[in-house]
């Protein structure tokens, strides 16, 4: 099972309280992560990445045990403790604007 | 009628404030989706508790919320707006091409006849349209593949398709304005289009008087009387009898040709209202004095509005969308601040009251006579 962290805006569209559990097929990524995130919750599409060209929106970043995979390849794995379940992904809206 | 319902979209939410036909005591629910900028809401005049609204932030990019049940509780619809085939380009700040890109939501406009009809206006300047309550959008491209297309260029607030006019005897008929390219006109549902910008005068671009590429701020029409529009150009009110073949000015005796929004009357065809703003660069009040201008000649001779405003030390702007006026007797006429304040006169503008004074950034206002 993963675990996924929404920002709170995200998780009141989705209407989710704390942390996001998934089943995801295959290769745990950020496309199959964030796939199987967006069948389960489709108000979130478009909002975490753009819905055609599917890039990570400018101001979301994502990180995953410490480490900020933001520019990793979307279809790379993500580190094994995020596929097992011990680590939660982490969608996080950037802190900007000053 | 048994009430009115002005719908606020803000910096940071939406706001629904309730109130009888008297339109003395209000009901205040909000925010809706509470640090989201909402862009604009409006109501569907077919169905009065279909309410759709404009939601976005920088970081999550557009929503679009739909209310079926006048603004209590809202779903999420499609979000989806892509150009039809390869968008092409328009001119950038630097006179550079620049790819087409979606931006946000800045109007939404329901079919008169069918709840389930609405029009998007968005930037980079585009129109959509749904015909099944929100859950898709597609765009009509004839607009945004005009000849004169790939001249358009942005004003300081984006190249952002912000009004849209249907003609209530001429379904086929739509009027769309563009910062900053212009009016233009459709008589074939959206299929072709052409600007109808004849006589309006711009100074700031190369050619004052060029068929596109003219600061439109907004633009506005009486429903009983579809072929007069009325216009608040970037400088200059403006006036066209014949559906925008040509304009004539008629800013006559305001103290600011500047402004956003323009509206007109709900019962006098001839009545209209101007918020006058100093200059393109301040943005505020003349003289610190907030008021609404009014004529009620169709412009030319313009008389300010002050009672309940306030006159001295008032900073704030009123952007285009953000102006409504109700169609009970006597008309209602609203307004929102970028300091937060929304304002009511029920009788045709003579009296000022503010329903609410300290709101988030007011982005638009719309109101809704109720049944």
Same mark, same amino acid.
């Given at each position: 099972m993963i675990r996924v962290v929404l920002p709170a805006h995200l998780r009141k569209l989705a209407h989710v309280d704390g942390e996001v559990t998934l089943d995801v097929e295959g290769l745990v990524t950020q496309r199959s992560l964030l796939d199987a995130l967006e069948a389960r919750?489709?108000?979130? +599409?478009?909002?975490? +990445?753009?819905?055609?060209?599917q890039q990570r929106r400018p101001f979301v970043r994502f990180f995953a045990c410490e480490q900020d995979?933001?520019?990793?390849?979307?279809d790379a794995p993500l580190p094994a403790a995020v596929a097992t379940g011990d680590e939660p992904f982490l969608v996080v809206g950037a802190m900007a604007g000053g | 009628m048994s009430g009115v319902r002005v719908l606020v979209g803000t910096r940071k939410g939406a706001f629904v404030l309730a109130s009888d036909g008297k339109r003395e005591r209000w009901d205040v629910t909000g925010?809706? *989706?509470?640090?989201?900028?909402?862009f604009h809401l409006k109501a569907s005049p077919a169905d009065p508790n279909r309410v759709y609204a404009s939601q976005g932030t920088s970081w999550f990019g557009q929503l679009i919320q739909r209310s079926d049940d006048g603004g209590k509780t809202w779903e999420p619809v499609g979000n989806k707006f892509v150009y039809d085939g390869v968008p092409g380009t328009h001119l950038w700040y630097d006179g550079t091409p620049h790819p087409w890109e979606f931006a946000r939501v800045w109007h939404l406009e329901p079919s008169p006849t069918d709840p389930d009809t609405v029009y998007a206006g968005v930037e980079d300047a585009a129109l959509f349209r749904t015909t099944d309550g929100g859950q898709t959008w597609h765009e009509l491209p004839g607009l945004r593949t005009h000849e004169s297309a790939s001249s358009w260029a942005p004003g300081a607030g984006g190249m952002c398709l912000h009004t849209i006019l249907q003609d209530p005897s001429r379904s086929e008929r739509l009027f769309v304005a563009i910062s900053s390219a212009g009016t233009f006109r459709t008589d074939d549902a959206g299929k072709s289009w052409r600007p109808v910008n004849r006589g309006l005068r711009s100074?700031?671009?190369?050619?004052?008087?060029?068929e596109v590429g003219h600061c439109v701020h907004r633009i506005a029409m009486h429903p009983s009387r579809p072929g007069v529009l009325f216009m608040q150009k970037h400088w200059d009110v403006m006036r066209s009898d014949d559906a925008g073949e040509s304009w004539q000015e008629v800013?006559?005796?305001?103290?600011?040709? *500047?402004g956003f929004p323009i509206d007109v009357h709900a019962h006098e065809p001839d009545t209209i209202y101007v918020v006058p703003i100093k200059s393109d660069s301040e943005h505020y009040p003349p003289e610190g004095k907030l008021r609404l201008y009014r004529s @009620?000649?169709?412009?030319?001779e313009w008389e300010a509005l002050t009672n309940?405003?306030?006159? @001295?030390?008032c900073y704030v702007n009123v952007l285009r969308d953000a102006m409504a006026v109700d169609a009970l007797d006597p008309c209602g006429v609203y307004f929102g601040t970028t300091g937060g304040q929304v304002y009511a006169s029920a009788d045709g503008g003579d009296r000022w009251t503010p329903? !609410?004074?300290?709101?988030?950034? !007011?982005l638009s206002v719309e109101v809704q006579a109720l049944p």
């Open positions: 919750y489709p108000m979130l +599409r478009g909002t975490i +990445r753009d819905h055609v060209s995979v933001s520019h990793d390849a979307p | 925010p809706h *989706f509470g640090g989201w900028e909402i100074e700031q671009i190369p050619n004052p008087t060029a800013s006559g005796n305001l103290p600011s040709d *500047f @009620r000649t169709g412009g030319h309940g405003l306030p006159q @001295r030390d329903i !609410v004074r300290d709101l988030p950034a !007011v």
